[in-house]
């Protein structure tokens, strides 16, 4: 009895050791491998068949940005530094060096132009949903699908990273065309001022939303009598459809109270901050009551609140 209650004893002993020192395989499994690093990797492989040096091309791509003054030091804080003068609005007219897709002759960015290297982030960012290079890329994309100014472009980014974050060259390799794109826009700027930012044609179409109200306080669009609880949803719609052209007329019959105006108004009012709301959270990443002047001016002409009578 002694021999047995010994050995089960040592054996539970060397059990409870070896289970102390050894993590659980879920907790190792926690922390995602190195999406970038695999990123770049490829993306050197890639520049490399065409007989060109990742490293040296980005090298010399930020010394043209040391040379100019964009950036005042080699390093992932004055990188950080140019890239808040970018989100503040700096103008690059004077900016007259090469994109680096000019230097390394490639057209968009990097992954663009390297389809092995893309098919191989996708395959990562569907693993790794929540890790910081899947949520940079998602911004990104939808970012240059709305034509995001490079300034808010910036902005909406340096929210996501972290001063240490850009001492991975794939987030400096990644946000170079944001260069390029504010220095086109500072060029278009001084050469021809916009005089109509919200893009409404010279006659209005179906962009134009008429909202007909009757002194019984029924709202009818398009023929239609539309209930209350879903006019807000069709005028939602209207927003999100046309965007910058989207207009609102309300026609109210001759006996309709001011009142009833007034609330009318302030439902397409409520339904146009909704799609300001969503928008900014998908782009930009953030609600509207949390943006920037400068991203809120850009999100109202994006929707703007166009209400008139006839």
Known sequence: MERNYFTRFTLCTLLACFWAGHTPIRAQEAEPPDGTGMVMNCLSEAYALRGQNLDSLMQAFE????????????????????????????????????????????EGT???????????????????????????????????????????????????????????????????????????????AAAQPINNPTGMPPTPGANLMRLYLNERGQVVVADQLVPEEILKARI??????????ARYLIEPEPDVKFRGFTRLKDQIARAVTEARDQFARRVLGKPLTELTPTETQWVALRFPMDISLP
Request: with cysteine; charged share 20%; proline share 6%.
């Open 63 to 106: 010394t043209d940005l040391l040379d100019a003054g964009l950036l005042e030091a080699p390093g992932a804080d004055a990188y950080r530094g140019m890239l808040q003068q970018l989100a503040s609005g700096l103008r690059l007219d004077f900016w007259t060096g090469p994109s680096f897709s000019q230097r390394s002759g490639t």
């Open 236 to 245: 939602f719609e209207h927003a999100r459809r046309f965007g910058a052209q």
């Open 110 to 188: 990097p992954l663009e132009a390297n389809e092995d290297c893309r098919d191989q982030a996708v395959t990562w960012i569907a693993r790794h949903p929540d890790a910081l290079m899947t949520r940079f890329l998602d911004r990104l994309q939808v970012l240059q699908a709305e034509n995001t100014p490079a300034d808010l472009q910036a902005s909406a980014l340096l929210d996501l990273l972290q001063p240490a974050d850009l001492e991975d060259p794939f987030y400096r390799l990644m946000t170079y065309p944001l260069i390029a794109l504010q220095a086109s826009a500072s060029a278009a």
